[in-house]
Every structure is written in C-alpha cells, then in structure tokens.
Nanobody, 128 residues
Framework: QVQLVESGGGLVQAGGSLRLSCLAS????????MGWFRQAPGKERDFVAA????????YYADSEKGRFTISRNSAKNTVYLQMTSLKPEDTAVYYC?????????????????????WGQGTQVTVSS
C-alpha cells in the first residue's frame, strides 16, 4: 500500500511559478513510478508529467514541455512538479499518482495509466 499526499498548490499570477510536492509513504514507495495529472472544472483528468522509479526517464504532455519539470528525491520519497510561466489555463486540481515500476518495463506508454494509487489533489489557481 502506498499513500500519496500532495502539497504546494495555491494562487499565483500568470507568468509565475509554483512547485508541487508529493510525499509517498509505504514500505515499497521507492519502487513506484510517479505521475502528475490535473483536472480543471468540467473537464477530464489529463496527464501532465511522469517519472520512472529510478528517476532516469521523464515524460511530459506536449503542452507542458519546457514549462514544467518533474523530479524525485528518493531519499525523501518525494516527487516534485516545478511549474513555470504559468497560465490561467493551468488552473486545476493537480493529482500525483503511483504505478508499480514493473508496468514501466512492459508498456512503452505506461505513463498514461492506469495508476495504482492516487493522492487527494492540490488546487492550483492562476490569475490573469
């Protein structure tokens, strides 16, 4: 079992930056690949970024490439999403998710899901 807790959301002006954190707890948390998703009001949940268990590979949605950076600190069992040049359309609830690293071996598009565990989400609001 893995528990995920996001933090770092808030209100920021357009052009600003935020860093989201996702703390993973559980005996095998370090063996999970991690992803960030977001869901805006009235819209489906969308993939944002993902990182393998080793941290050696990262994946991004096309709209976030160059603006967002995913990273992880295995010693702290924490995954980060650094967001820069934020836009009002980035406003959403951001969720982190975990998937067993075995799935990353057998599927080239594992980062799209499904994931095994989800956090409760953190709200990001970007004002214009």
């Amino acid at each position: 079992q893995v528990q995920l807790v996001e933090s770092g959301g808030g209100l920021v002006q357009a052009g600003g930056s935020l860093r989201l954190s996702c703390l993973a707890s559980g005996r095998t948390a370090s063996s999970y690949a991690m992803g960030w998703f977001r869901q805006a009001p009235g819209k489906e949940r969308d993939f944002v970024a993902a990182i393998t268990a080793s941290g050696g590979s990262t994946y991004y949605a096309d709209s976030e490439k160059g603006r967002f950076t995913i990273s992880r600190n295995s010693a702290k069992n924490t995954v980060y999403l650094q967001m820069t040049s934020l836009k009002p359309e980035d406003t959403a609830v951001y969720y982190c998710a975990a998937v067993n690293h075995i799935r990353t071996i057998f599927s080239s598009n594992w980062y799209q899901g499904p994931y095994d565990y989800w956090g409760q989400g953190t709200q990001v609001t970007v004002s214009s």
